[in-house]
């Protein structure tokens, strides 16, 4: 019985108020520090990860509704990071690139492979915000 009415109080939550999880891949502290802070103020769920291998392990452990991946990362690049994400058929979460690299061949190959959005470093955090909120507005 008890079982019953967990089950049922659990179903009548609003999706609404279940938590987006945001995972941020990029090398670089300051701008892990800065989105937690900023994304976490928002009331996202936000994880880390300092390397592309990290990222990957993050992602199918944690299932992201979102993933803000930076390109050039130790140990695996946010490209093949990407690459692995689209074999992945359980998961689907919305991507946003950032890089300081501004050759126009990789803002094609990654919106080619699946990227919501590109972004060039240094960005303005309350335009990634925005950003953020649109992407997942959407769903």
Known sequence: MFRERLVFR????PM???????LIVDDDNEILDSMQL???SRGYDVLLAHDGNQGLARLERDAPDLVILDVVMPR?????????????????PRVIMVTGNEDPRHREFAVANGVDAYVQKPFDVDSVLELVDGLLSDE
Request: net charge positive.
């Open 10 to 13: 659990a179903m009548a939550i």
């Open 16 to 22: 609404s108020q279940f938590k987006k999880r945001i």
């Open 38 to 40: 900023a994304l976490g």
């Open 76 to 92: 695996r690049n946010g490209f093949n990071v990407l690459k692995c994400l689209n074999l992945m058929s359980t998961l689907n």
